[in-house]
């Protein structure tokens, strides 16, 4: 089999130039859209103390050389969540980060190394508005890039109609056969042995050292999200508090959280919270993620003390993170997340 010619071949280039084009297109759209409802940009620090908290994300590791030849750690940051956040703090009301973000153990068709997140923040709003932000952004880039429908691998969806709003709770009774809410105490504290003997009957394979939150991830990856986004992007919504350790609980029901996730043709898009702003509480939950970070890679990563403290004058606000170039992937039709980098990372 021959080897596919590097994409700064001029032939190759030539292919992909149109859909590069319309990532630049789309960009500029989106930062107007931003622009003309008030929202500031914001240049946020790449190098960061931590570089989130998250169980399963992993970041790019390096260290600072002091001009005393001292060591520190540092990392690329897998979000600007934490710099955002301290801008909230102090003082800023509506921002937006339009950056490369970096998250290690991530190559495929729909993840790269190096990629493009757009973040931002409403102080003072609902998180249900930033569901209608994310339902915006499909139907502007499907305009500028002239797509009546967006595909990817089979499945399509409309990207002007209103996104369905489906609780998680739902999405596992109805594509699983599972009552997830069964396997939370009203604490919002779960039960592994309940939800592993749910998920068993339901035929999806288990293992004995399986915990709640490997059962979950399992649902969601072999039964849930293949179903999301079909004829309609779905927003998936209220999700168990033990899943989202960045949001704080619903006032109707401590056992989920102000957590949702935007989900186009079965590819995730977006990840919006009602921020949690309790410093106690968020450090609780750090620490629960890098004691299971530490289980599953044998690694852990610091606590930002800065943003905990910032925390504790961060006004109530809603936030949210859309993978950009996944956006542009559906909007243009393309099949591989390279294809629409105008400098791709290089394969190893």
Known sequence: MTAASPWWTPHVHADRRPRLLARNAIAADIRAWFSQRDFIEVDTAILQVSPGNEAHL??????????????????LHTSPEFSCKKLLAAGERRIFSFGKVFRNRERGALHSPEF?????????????????????????????????????????????????????????????????????RPDGSTDRDILHEAVSAAGIRT??????????????????????????????????????????????????????ELYCCGVELANGFGEL???????RRFEAEMDEKQR????????????????????????????????????????HIDDIIWTPVAQL
């Open 277 to 283: 702003t309790d410093p106690a509480e968020q450090r």
């Open 58 to 75: 992993s970041a790019f590791s390096t260290e600072a050389i002091t001009t005393g030849g001292e060591r520190a750690p540092l990392h």
């Open 207 to 260: 293992a004995p050292d399986d915990t709640w939150a490997d059962l979950f991830s399992r649902v969601m990856v072999e039964k849930v999200e293949p179903n999301l986004g079909i004829g309609v992007a779905t927003v998936l919504c209220e999700y168990p508090t033990a899943e989202a350790a960045l949001a704080r609980p619903t006032a109707h029901d401590p056992r989920v959280a102000e957590r949702f």
């Open 116 to 184: 493009t997140m757009v973040e931002w923040y409403r102080v003072g709003e609902p998180y249900d508005v930033l569901m209608d932000d994310c339902a915006a952004f499909l139907a502007l880039a499907a305009a500028r890039a002239g797509a009546a429908r967006f595909c990817f691998r089979g499945r399509e969806a409309d990207p002007f109609a209103q996104p369905e709003r489906v609780t998680v709770a739902q999405a596992f009774a109805g594509h699983a056969g599972i009552d997830l809410m069964a396997s939370i």
């Open 296 to 335: 599953v890679y044998g690694e852990r990563y610091p606590i930002d003390e800065d943003f905990l403290s910032a925390l504790s004058i961060m006004p109530d606000a809603s936030g949210v993170a859309l993978g950009f170039d996944r956006l542009v992937m559906l909007a243009t039709g393309a099949r």
